[in-house]
Every structure is written in C-alpha cells, then in structure tokens.
C-alpha cells in the first residue's frame, strides 16, 4: 500500500496509462519492474492503454507519454489519459530516442 498522511492508496487504486512504451525497451522494462515490485494477487496496478481507457477511472494514474520526434503531440490523447484520474495524477513525458 502507499501510504499518505491523510489515507492510504491500494494497488488497485491506482492505474499506469500509455501505449507506446511497449515499444520503447526501457519504459516497457520500468514498467513490468513497477508492477512487479508492488505485485499481490488480491490487489495489483492495473495497467490500460491509451486508445482504450475511455471507461476506466482509477483514484491515482500514472501516465507514460511519449512525445514524437516529428509529430505534433496528440494533445487530446494526453488529455484522455490525464482525466482518467480521479485525484491524483503524475504524468512522465519523454521522447524517443533515435538509433544510431
């Protein structure tokens, strides 16, 4: 459980969001570690991607944005994302870092 001064947050209260980090070896490993970590059968982080969290609510989120090289930010991707929390929200941005 994490623990806060006003109440405690169950792993089932909280969900991870994001999409193309699977495609990105180290947020994908950071991920699975994170999940991992804080695994209980009776209470695990729930992950949902992007493109399918329009149901999905959750007390705490922790969004995994991936901002294009080239492409404009899909800002309302971002937004669907971040209003999937009820109370709090972190979100981690990065970009993809080209293959040399």
């Not at 609510?57 to 209003?83: F, G, R």
């Given at each position: 459980r994490l623990l806060d001064s006003?109440?405690?947050?169950r792993n089932s209260d909280v969900g991870i969001i994001g999409d193309y980090f699977f495609h990105h070896h180290e947020m994908r490993c950071l991920v699975e570690e994170i999940v991992e970590l804080r695994r209980n059968h009776?209470?695990?982080?729930?992950?949902?991607?992007?493109?399918?969290?329009?149901?999905?609510?959750?007390?705490a989120v922790l969004v995994l944005h991936q901002i294009p090289l080239i492409e404009k930010i899909d800002l309302p991707l971002?937004?669907?994302?971040?209003?999937?929390?009820?109370?709090?929200?972190?979100?981690?941005?990065?970009?993809?870092?080209?293959?040399?």
């Amino acid at each position: 459980r994490l623990l806060d001064s006003r109440s405690t947050i169950r792993n089932s209260d909280v969900g991870i969001i994001g999409d193309y980090f699977f495609h990105h070896h180290e947020m994908r490993c950071l991920v699975e570690e994170i999940v991992e970590l804080r695994r209980n059968h009776d209470d695990e982080i729930r992950f949902c991607g992007t493109r399918n969290c329009y149901s999905a609510e959750w007390p705490a989120v922790l969004v995994l944005h991936q901002i294009p090289l080239i492409e404009k930010i899909d800002l309302p991707l971002l937004y669907l994302a971040i209003s999937r929390a009820r109370v709090y929200c972190s979100v981690l941005i990065y970009s993809r870092v080209k293959s040399q």
